[in-house]
């Protein structure tokens, strides 16, 4: 059936898919399954597949933008990961994570004796003090970033370990940030909840939610499994179409009936469609629709905000790297938000005897960051390591900068009303168009939450299987915890 109930024929199904990301490239995997190769067609504006889960090469270094660790709760998932790239082709790595603070390093998720013990016995005792006086008068307003962590860690701990860092990755106040993010990326952590982890022996941790401490990843980085997802649905009959920006989405009759997209050299080329699975920003979407939205919906596209993201490699001795994935600069003297280490995430990534550390910088497209000249970004992150004395002066030898717009929705404070008023219009003039992945739907979503919104979208285009996709990643829980009665941790090739 069709997404409107109606019976197609393999034949008639023309799915026109929008981004050749982890989301747009699922759906096009899941209809070659399912022998609809030939009617999809791949529209990806890029030259590259992968969307923010590419894997970019220069000179022959590779570096994960962002990091991506293939971990997930969700079985479909994980079994789609190995089925699409071989289990051979993936590493299990160590998973480490920790917050730079006045010269020292502490564990992040935070386990409280680690932290409490680094920051001084009088520090340690302020936080404790904080903590107790958040829980017997919280703060009024958990609306927000700020009051949402201060509830559960108290306003010292949250201004040591969460504030900088958040302000510098949305590049505004954490009292104007929604708790949406909080409650998708720190969820249900809180120091009680660190201080059980802390000190109770493993063997008793029955009821107790417990940190993963290893994950999956492919050799060559992300983008190694959306190289090979694309090159096995061409080889199906599937049109992979590069370079290839949409212009319109045209729809009539209370239906998407057609996409329109131009290619670099101008041309344009319209392609019928039976569906519509959109990975393209969901502001973009409603604004390339034709006939164009009214004025209230043009206007709630308008109002969406994103945050934009580069790094800047620097390669450097191997002895100059550090065992983690990658740090959170707590430093607001210093611009980069983290820093990664390439070798920890695969030996693959990095060439011997050196390593490559990519400093992460969070900005606005057209900013003074975002167009500073490349040489000059990598001297600014050349000092920036150097003064947080990671690496001594000197030690990196050279650089390289990869900019990626877009990489985070942003949560302001009308964002939930701007994408209602969107959804609504679209379904209905259009309730076969299929917003899929982080952008396309404007939601935190990792990977794997990318993966199944497309997943449950080929099954509600083929089967009429009504799925409601805005559910995913809704869940209580901490994305990087398990539970004994939640799947194992994936298991060695």
Not at 258 to 269: E, I, L
Not at 462 to 479: F, I, K, P, R, S
């Amino acid at each position: 059936m069709s997404s409107d109930g109606s019976t197609l024929s393999g034949a008639d199904h023309q799915v026109v898919i929008i981004g050749a990301g982890p989301a747009g490239l699922t759906a096009a995997y899941q209809l070659a399954k399912a022998g609809h190769a030939a009617g999809t067609t791949v529209l990806e504006a890029d030259d590259v597949v992968g969307g923010i889960s590419r894997t970019a090469e220069r000179d022959g270094w590779r570096f994960d933008i962002g990091g991506h660790r293939f971990f997930t709760k969700v079985g479909a998932v994980e079994r789609l990961w190995f089925e699409i790239l071989g289990r051979e082709q993936f590493l299990l790595r160590p998973r480490l994570s920790r917050i730079y603070y006045r010269g020292k390093l502490f564990d992040y998720p935070l386990r409280a004796m680690n932290a409490l013990m680094g920051l001084g016995i009088v520090e340690a005792i302020r936080c404790v003090a904080s903590y107790f006086w958040a829980r017997i008068r919280p703060p009024k307003d958990q609306s927000k970033f700020e009051g949402w962590v201060s509830a559960r860690f108290g306003r010292r701990l949250y201004g040591i370990f969460f504030k900088t860092y958040t302000e510098k990755v949305w590049g505004v106040p954490a009292d104007e940030i929604e708790a949406d993010w909080a409650a998708q990326r720190i969820k249900n952590l809180s120091l009680v909840r660190a201080v059980i982890d802390s000190i109770l022996p493993k063997r008793n941790k029955k009821d107790v939610t417990s940190l993963i401490e290893e994950f999956n990843y492919p050799k060559y980085g992300p983008g190694m499994m959306w190289e090979k997802a694309r090159e096995l649905v061409e080889a199906k009959g599937t049109k992979v179409i590069m370079e290839s920006a949409v212009t319109a989405i045209h729809h009539e009759g209370g239906r998407a009936v057609a996409v329109t997209a131009q290619t670099r050299d101008g041309s344009s080329t319209r392609y019928d469609a039976t569906d519509v699975v959109s990975s393209m920003p969901l502001s973009q979407l409603v604004l390339s629709m034709e006939p164009t939205p009214p004025p209230d919906v043009a206007a709630a596209a308008k109002s969406l905000s994103y945050r934009d993201f580069l790094t800047v490699a620097l390669v450097v001795p191997e002895e100059a790297g550090f065992p983690d994935n990658w740090i959170y600069i707590h430093d607001p003297g210093v611009e980069v938000g983290r820093i990664q280490n390439f070798g920890s995430w695969s030996p693959y990534l990095v060439k011997e005897g050196r390593t490559c550390l990519g400093l992460e910088y969070f900005c606005f497209e057209g900013d003074a960051l975002w167009t500073k000249a490349d040489d000059d970004l990598v001297a600014q992150a050349t000092a920036e390591l150097e003064r947080l004395r990671l690496v001594k002066p000197g030690a990196v030898e050279t650089g390289y900068v990869v900019r990626m717009p877009k990489a985070y929705p942003m949560y302001d404070s009308a964002y939930k009303a701007h994408v209602a008023t969107m959804r609504d219009w679209l379904g209905e003039v259009a309730p076969n168009v299929h917003p899929v992945g982080r952008n396309g739907m404007h939601k935190y979503n990792n990977q794997d939450h990318s993966m199944l919104t497309a997943m449950l979208s080929v099954e509600n285009i083929l089967d009429n299987a009504g799925h409601d996709t805005w559910t995913v990643n809704v869940e209580a829980d901490y994305h990087e915890t398990l539970s004994p009665s939640e799947a194992e941790l994936p298991r060695r090739a």
